[in-house]
């Protein structure tokens, strides 16, 4: 490895660590539907449009951020 960065050796734990929290973060999101709504069983319509508010908004945003991260961690993997 001559002439590796540090960065490029410490890429793939940051990746593991962001693949972790990314799980973990969508793990804890509540939907409110059941199984049968992920596969369109649902009849209340009103149950996928709803206002994220509070902690549920800040966990949405984070999710969009930890998966951003991940996805530039794995681009500068290829480089």
Known sequence: ML???PMK???????????FVLVAEILLQRT??????????????SSAFHTRRGLEKGLFNATIITAILFAISALLNLI
């Open 3 to 5: 002439g590796s960065s």
């Open 9 to 19: 050796s410490l890429l793939p734990y940051i990746q593991i660590i962001l693949s």
């Open 32 to 45: 409110g539907a059941q199984v049968g709504g992920a596969f369109g069983g649902s009849d209340n319509f």
